[in-house]
């Protein structure tokens, strides 16, 4: 175990000399982003994720209310990688390729069944699911709803469309097979989201 | 409280005689449906289901394996009524229709916030997982690719559309809202949800 330090900045490390700020803080969101992959909410603590960035529990309350707050921050944090929004031009294209990392992001690594467990935790946790709104799912929406608008300025979609009702049928279509597996997640299946409400049904 | 029996049959109850079998099993389910939107799955119990019925617990096990299978044919049931899909001939109409009848239920009653929290317990419960799909959303399901195949035959939908994923798109996208609720679920939204996908964003 690290020792945990009750000053309010990181102490000291040997051979590491004091890092800057800002480098304690991208450690701090790593390791909390890290830990929650590895061990879900349920094993998520500001001790661990405080041990494993060699910060003290002062440093993460100065900038983190809660641990929900840090969980969520450092999930944002892990994922945006995976998560980057293509801005090649074409928005079929670009659409398609960030819903394709997505859903591998989901199956394919344990992110799916923590994200699951996060909005499964926020049905009853209020702190939780104001944390998971405004750290993780408002943000990655604002992305969204810039590269729609984008689209939009190049005349690739109608100007009269409704981006945020557009996220709910792309990830939120991928959120309800994850959350309510009947069938199964796909990349056939985020392709036909995508041909669906671009060409339309009639 | 009434008396629960050990018995396999329902008991004799004084003046009102044996019930026939799809009574007592009507009653059931309307008791258990009843009684999980009033207290939701905390509250919801075998004993106080074969209570409000006038039945045994014994007759409950011999047709429901669980407490979450008996839980959601009961939900499925007092449900049906405010979801039943009208089948005028005209897709979007009745699309639409349904829809705004489900977004009042889950916001305007207690529907919304048992089933959150239903779909909320299936993350971790793996027979409650099952019974959900197996009992409500694999059902409900149906219903609604039949109302979509209908459509196609009718020559209103494009013959090669995959119903499945527009039930992802359309109620999916409403879960969404509710799970996660970033943006309102409001009869505006799902009217944007179905000329998003019949005419198509370009």
Redesign the interface.
């Known amino acids: 175990m690290t020792q945990l330090t009750p000053d309010a900045e990181p102490p000291l490390r040997r051979g590491r000399g004091r890092r800057p700020a800002g480098q304690v803080r991208a450690e701090i969101l790593n390791a909390a982003g890290n830990l929650l992959l590895a061990e879900g909410m349920t094993g998520f603590t500001i001790e661990k994720v405080a041990a494993h960035a060699g910060a003290s529990r002062m440093t993460i309350y100065k900038w983190w209310p809660s641990k929900g707050a840090l969980a969520l921050d450092g999930y944002f944090t892990v994922v945006a990688p995976a998560l980057a929004f293509p801005d090649t031009g074409d928005i079929v294209a670009d659409l398609t390729s960030q819903l394709v990392s997505f859903v591998h992001l989901l199956t394919d690594t344990s992110a799916g069944r923590v994200v699951?467990?996060l909005?499964?935790?926020?049905?009853?946790d209020p702190d939780l699911?104001t944390a998971?709104?405004e750290r993780y799912?408002?943000p990655r929406?604002a992305i969204s709803v810039e590269a729609l608008n984008k689209a939009v300025a190049r005349g690739?979609?109608?100007a009269d469309?409704?981006p945020?009702?557009?996220i709910?049928?792309l990830?939120?279509?991928?959120?309800?097979?994850l959350?309510?597996?009947?069938?199964p997640l796909t990349e056939e299946?985020v392709v036909?989201?995508v041909d669906?409400?671009?060409?339309?049904?009639?």
Chains 1, 2 share one sequence.
């Open positions: 699951s467990q909005i499964a935790q926020s049905q009853t699911a998971f709104r799912s408002g929406r690739q979609l109608r469309i409704d945020e009702s557009v709910d049928q990830w939120g279509a991928c959120y309800h097979r959350l309510i597996p009947d069938q299946f036909t989201l669906n409400l671009i060409r339309g049904l009639r």
